[in-house]
Structures are given as C-alpha cells and as structure tokens.
C-alpha cells in the first residue's frame, strides 16, 4: 500500500514539473548577425532616397576646359620645369592640358617651344618619344601630334642632328602609328629640306620620295634645294634630270620612278 501511495506521488511530481515547464514563457534567444542584418537592411531600406527624379533631371556636366587663366599658369611653370630640368614633369603636364576633353584650341597657346627645345637638347630621344607616345594613346589619334612631331624633327635639325630628327620621321611612319596619314606638307618639307642642306642627301631623295608617293609636291624652294644638294654631290646629270621632272605634277609616276632607280644606283 505504502509503495502505491508512493508511485502516485511520483507521477503526479512528474505531471507539475512537466506543466511548469511547458507554461513558464521562455527566455528570448539571441539573434544571430544575419538575422540581425536583415532587420536593419529592412528597416534602413526605406529609409534610401528615390534618386531616380535626381539623375533625370540633373544636367549633364560639361566637359573640363582650360580657362585663359589656368593656360598663363602652365605658360609660367612650364618654362620653369624645363630650366630646372624637371622635364618628366614638365611632359605630364603638357599632355595632361592637350588631352582633356576640350584642350587649347591652338597648340601655340602653350608654352610648347621651350619643351620641344628642352627635349632635344637631351642626349636620347627617351624623354620627345615618352611625350609622342603619351599623345599616341588617344583614339582617334590627337590633332597635336603631328604639330609636335614636326617641331621635334624642325629642334633637331636646327640642332645639327639630322639622324635623331629622321628617327622621329619614322617614328611617325611606324606600322600602326596613328601619324601614318597625318604627317603634312610642313613635315615633309622641313626634313627633306634639312637632310639634304646637311649632307644627307640620300636620305633627303628618300623622304622625298615618301611625299610624292602621297601626292604632296615640292614648292620651289624645297625644288632647288634637292636640286643644289645633288650638285654639291657632283650628281649633275641627276640633278638636271631631276630639276626638269618635279615641276611636271601632271606625271608623279615619271619622277617616283626616277627616284627610285637614282636611290637603288646610290645605295649600290
């Protein structure tokens, strides 16, 4: 009886525990960084300004261009980079100004002949080719390029050094320059005309030769140039012969052969 008694007090121990614990209210758990992640994501995502009205009817910024006043600062710190030999950066800062969206309209606006002076009194062409390239880079090519090239050539010849100002040339006549169709009238004429008043004579026929082939003709100055330089050689019949056909534009075909056949005999 008494172990009865004492299954029944057990059980009904059992049942009260079991009721306690199923009524108690239960300690809240600890969110987890995610979950709380999501509430304030949620929460703060209201809070995000419709910028949709913002960007439609915003105006569009205009390009950045050089004022008149911002172009005398550089003309003042560009000449001062160059006399105290900072010419890398004198170069960055040259082409930062020529490839803005809107660059000088003039390039003569920028100090641009105290750099090219600079540059060719260097003993390598590493620094004039770091500028030519950096301008290169642009696409479509950039309407300086050819300007500054033909001061380059024009520094160097005026320098007495005819092989760096026909290296520069064919830098430009390089596969895949961008000058390959820009090199001008101006160009052709400073370095045929330079090239054969220093000796090289050959090379003179040869660049000639380049701007017939693109149907740019001499002027009469540059005519009797290549004509004196051949004499000075002692090359009188071709300097004759030559004198009669450049003023004939009706037959490049006549000439380009001609040259061709004079500059094969001369390399011989």
């Known amino acids: 009886m008494a172990l009865r ?45 419709n910028l949709t009205n913002t960007y439609l009817k915003s105006k569009p910024q205009s ?14 710190l560009l000449p001062r980079l160059c006399l105290f030999n900072h010419l890398p950066t004198a170069i960055q ?18 100090s641009l002949s105290i750099l090219i002076h600079s540059l060719t009194l260097q003993p390598d062409l590493k ?3 770091s500028l030519l390239t950096r ?18 050539i024009a520094s160097y010849l005026k320098k007495d050094r005819p092989k760096d100002a026909l290296k520069v040339y064919k830098w430009m006549l ?18 045929v005309g330079g090239l054969c008043a220093r000796g090289l004579v050959l090379e003179g026929l040869m660049v000639l030769r380049d701007m017939l082939r693109v149907r740019l003709l001499p002027g009469e100055g540059l005519r009797r140039k290549v004509v004196r330089s051949l004499l000075r050689e002692a090359r009188v019949r071709e300097a ?15 000439v380009l052969d001609f040259l ?6 001369w390399s011989n």
């Open 240 to 254: 004759k012969a030559l004198d009669e056909l450049l003023p004939c534009a009706g037959d490049l075909n006549k």
């Open 63 to 76: 390009s950045p261009t050089l004022t008149s006043e911002e172009i005398s600062k550089i003309n003042l």
């Open 135 to 152: 301008l290169s880079r642009k696409h479509p090519p950039h309407p300086y390029l050819t300007p500054i090239s033909t001061m380059l």
């Open 5 to 49: 008694n004492m299954k029944k007090t057990l059980k009904w121990k059992k049942f009260e525990l079991l009721f306690h614990v199923s009524t108690t209210p239960s300690k809240p758990q600890p969110q987890s960084s995610h979950s709380h992640h999501l509430i304030l994501s949620s929460s703060s995502f209201s809070s995000v300004p």
């Open 174 to 191: 390089r596969p895949g320059s961008p000058c390959t169709c820009m090199v001008d009238k101006s160009a052709y004429g400073i370095l």
């Open 127 to 129: 620094l004039p080719m």
């Open 93 to 110: 800062l040259t082409t930062t100004a020529l490839t803005l969206p809107n660059p000088p309209p003039d390039p003569k606006s920028l």
């Open 260 to 265: 061709d056949q004079h500059i094969g005999n």
